[in-house]
Nanobody, 123 residues
Framework: VQLVESGGGSVQAGQSLRLSCTAT????????LAWFRQAPGKEREGIAC????????NYSGSVRGRFTITRDNAKNAVYLEMNNLKSEDSAMYYC??????????????????WGQGTQVTVS
């Protein structure tokens, strides 16, 4: 199983970015999917998740209203649309998969598969 993120980069405050994550070698449509981020010197933070059936999502308070998570099971992909970016959004962003399904969680302990991350820098 491999999760590969893309779409990170350097932007100015107020701009937008769209992160993508694709899963290879196995069908992931039965997994909950999530985005986490980690800034230097800080703990990994769960910021958005979507359930396996695409009928439930959740966001951390720090991104709610600005970020949107979506998934495309036909493409084995999950996306994170990030709008009105702020300097405090600068971090390494990771996608993750939880084979358990059901209501998704923002806690890292539930996620078994992780990507290598993509860097987002907001100045």
């Amino acid at each position: 199983v491999q999760l590969v993120e893309s779409g990170g980069g350097s932007v100015q405050a107020g701009q937008s970015l769209r992160l993508s994550c694709t899963a290879t070698f196995i069908e992931r449509e039965t997994d909950n999917l999530a985005w986490f981020r980690q800034a230097p010197g800080k703990e990994r933070e769960g910021i958005a998740c979507v359930s396996d059936k695409n009928d439930y999502d959740n966001y951390s308070g720090s991104v709610r209203g600005r970020f949107t998570i979506t998934r495309d099971n036909a493409k084995n992909a999950v996306y994170l649309e990030m709008n009105n970016l702020k300097s405090e959004d600068s971090a390494m962003y990771y996608c993750a998969a939880d084979p358990g399904g059901g209501i998704c969680s923002l806690y890292a302990k539930w996620y078994s598969y992780w990507g290598q991350g993509t860097q987002v820098t907001v100045s």
